[in-house]
């Protein structure tokens, strides 16, 4: 009997919990919030205390609102094209290096090769990912390193006189965030003082500054390349360089109406070849473009962005290899919302593409291709 009670009144205390009334509801996934990263105490080293399985970084779902019923699926993992390789890029006149690493690992490899290089830089500010070297004096000599070694090489080709050694050289180099979230771009001009007008010391962004020696730029950017892809450096993160990888190229979300846009933070030249480029790399037929009203005419195959294998021989044998239901012709444009910020949308039929889920598909088949 003394036990019957005791259950009794523990059944009776638990009741509370199995009933409700007790237990708060469980928050919607809209309103979850990440929390805060684990603090490594100060007494450890945070390149000893390593996360035996790191967790991919995910981008961050945007308007979730628009998924009242269902989570959003996750967005689309690509492999097939070469985001892992260290890239030389170059687009009307300009070159710069493409890095499959976050700004966080980029920059000290980039301070570690011109230290390992003799040259000093005399200004780093990582809070905007600017660098400059010292004033370099060249001589028609050997050299030891590769940075005195290309301007004096550079100098011999253009003339053998004493007079082509006049003046100093330095080098300004620009470390910002690439198309794709963990890559990073380098970009570096060349300064003569007899020969250009000199930056001011506040200049952040290059693209501007008129370029003295071009040839020496692609040059130097190929040794840097070759630098972090040799794996000379090891590979250290840098807490300061943490606002370099805040000024994202890219943004996918939806506008007020649910219409999905993605947003390129770049130059109206670059910006059009990079949607270019983006289309050819992901094997997007292109029919028509106009540059002037900045529209891409393309055909895309679905399995391309829905994960679906072709038939191969079954659709040969029954004659579906041409279906219609197989293929999304679409109009790309892209449109400029202000100063070096572009528009991008999936048009049909004269009006924002209908099913907001494939246009997505589409706009995220388009950015993780970019380059």
Request: overall charge negative; some cysteine.
């Amino acid at each position: 009997m003394k036990l019957i009670s005791v259950l009794l009144l523990a059944c009776l205390s638990t009741s509370c919990g199995w009933f409700g009334g007790g237990a708060p509801e469980e928050e919607s996934y809209i309103d979850t919030k990440p929390l805060p990263p684990l603090q490594i105490p100060s007494d450890l080293d945070d390149s000893v205390v390593k996360n035996p399985i790191p967790v991919p970084v995910i981008p961050e779902q945007r308007n979730a609102s628009f998924y009242p019923n269902r989570p959003p699926l996750p967005d689309a993992l690509y492999a097939s094209d070469n985001r892992d390789e260290v890239r030389l890029q170059a687009l009307d006149g300009r070159n710069w290096l493409v890095v499959p690493e976050p700004a966080t690992t980029a920059w000290p490899k980039m301070k570690q090769f011109f230290a390992d290089n003799g040259i000093v830089l005399e200004s780093d500010r990582p809070e905007v990912g600017r660098l400059n070297t010292a004033w370099l004096t060249i001589e028609d000599k050997d050299y030891r390193d590769v940075v005195r070694t290309l301007l004096r090489n550079n100098k011999r080709g253009e003339d053998a006189s004493s007079e082509t050694y006049n003046g100093k050289d330095r080098f300004l180099i620009r470390v910002e965030q690439g198309l794709q979230p963990q890559s990073t771009e380098v970009h570096i001009r060349h300064e003569s003082d007899v020969q250009s007008e000199i930056a001011a010391d506040d200049v952040v962004f290059l693209n501007d500054l008129q370029s003295n020696m071009s040839t020496v730029e692609r040059s130097l950017l190929n040794e840097i390349g070759g630098y972090i892809a040799a794996r000379v450096a090891e590979t250290t993160v840098s807490k300061v360089a943490l606002q370099i990888g805040a000024s994202a190229k890219t943004d996918l979300s939806r506008n007020a109406d649910g219409v999905p846009v993605l947003k390129l933070y770049l130059d109206r030249t670059r910006a059009w070849a990079t949607l270019g480029q983006a289309m050819k790399n992901a094997d997007i037929q292109v029919n028509k473009q106009n540059s002037e009203t900045g529209e891409y005419d393309v055909t895309i195959a679905t399995e391309l962005f829905s994960g679906e294998a072709s038939s191969g021989v079954l659709c040969r044998i029954t004659f579906s290899c041409d279906n219609e239901s197989r293929r999304v012709n679409a109009l790309i444009q892209m449109s400029e919302e202000g100063d070096s910020v572009f528009n991008v949308i999936v048009m049909q039929d004269g009006a924002p593409m209908g099913d907001a889920d494939k246009a997505q598909k589409i706009l995220v088949l388009i950015r993780e291709f970019a380059t």
